[in-house]
C-alpha cells in the first residue's frame, strides 16, 4: 500500500519495471534500517540508565567524608543487593521489622549511626540491635557466620562495600519512594 503510493508520487508509470523494483528495494531497506536503529535507541536507553556522579556520592564515615562510588561499584552493589539482600529489605523497607529500615533516618538514629558506608560495612560484619547493645550474629546475615548464612560466603570486601554504597546512594535517586513501604514506583 504505502510503497505503491510511494511510487505513484514519484511518477509510477514512467519508469521501467527495474527501476520501481529497485525504488522499493531501497524503500523497504530503509524502514528496516530505522527500525533497528530505533529499537536500539530505546533498547539501549532502558538498559543504561545512568546514575549520575553525585547520586553516586554517599556519606563515606561518621566524620563527614565522602565517597564517589563507580559506575561499576554501583551496578555491582545493586546486583549483589538484590541477591542477598532485597528477600528481606526491597526498596529499602525491611519485612520482618518496619521500624528499623534502611532510609537515611533510621540509620542515622543506629547505634552506632549505620548512615555513612563503613557503619553499614561493620553491620555486615558485625550486626548489632539498633541500640547498639547486643550482637546480632546469629540472626542477621553477616560474612562473620558463612555457617549460618550461606549466600554471604561468596561476598568480597569491595561487594560489602559496593553494596553499602548502593543502599546510602538510593535516597539521592529514589527520594522518598526509597524505605517508604509505599507502592508507586
Ligand atoms: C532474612 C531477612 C534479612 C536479610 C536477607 C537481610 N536483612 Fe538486613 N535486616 C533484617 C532485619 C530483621 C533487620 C532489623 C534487625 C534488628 O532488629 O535490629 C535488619 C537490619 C539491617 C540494617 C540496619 C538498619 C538500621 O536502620 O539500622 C542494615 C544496614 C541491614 N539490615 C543491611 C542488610 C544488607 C546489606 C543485607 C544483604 C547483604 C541484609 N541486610 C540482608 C533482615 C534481613
Known sequence: MVASMLLKCIGGNLMTDTLK????????AAVGLLSVLGLLFVGGSVLAVEISESAR??????TGNMITLTEQQYVNGQNEFRKTCASCHVDGITKTNPDIN??????????????????????LRHPTTYDG???????????????????????????????SGYILSQPNILGYRWASGKPGR
Open 21 to 28: 523494483d529497485r525504488i522499493l528495494q531501497r524503500f523497504f
Open 133 to 163: 547493645m547486643d550482637s546480632l550474629e546469629e540472626l542477621h546475615p553477616s560474612v562473620t557466620r558463612p555457617d549460618l548464612f550461606p549466600n554471604m560466603k561468596n561476598l568480597t570486601e569491595e561487594d560489602l562495600v559496593d553494596i
Open 102 to 123: 534502611l532510609g537515611s533516618e533510621a540509620l542515622a538514629l543506629a547505634t552506632p549511626p549505620r548512615d555513612n558506608l563503613q557503619g553499614i560495612v561493620d553491620y
Open 57 to 62: 556520592t554517599v556519606p563515606l564515615d561518621e
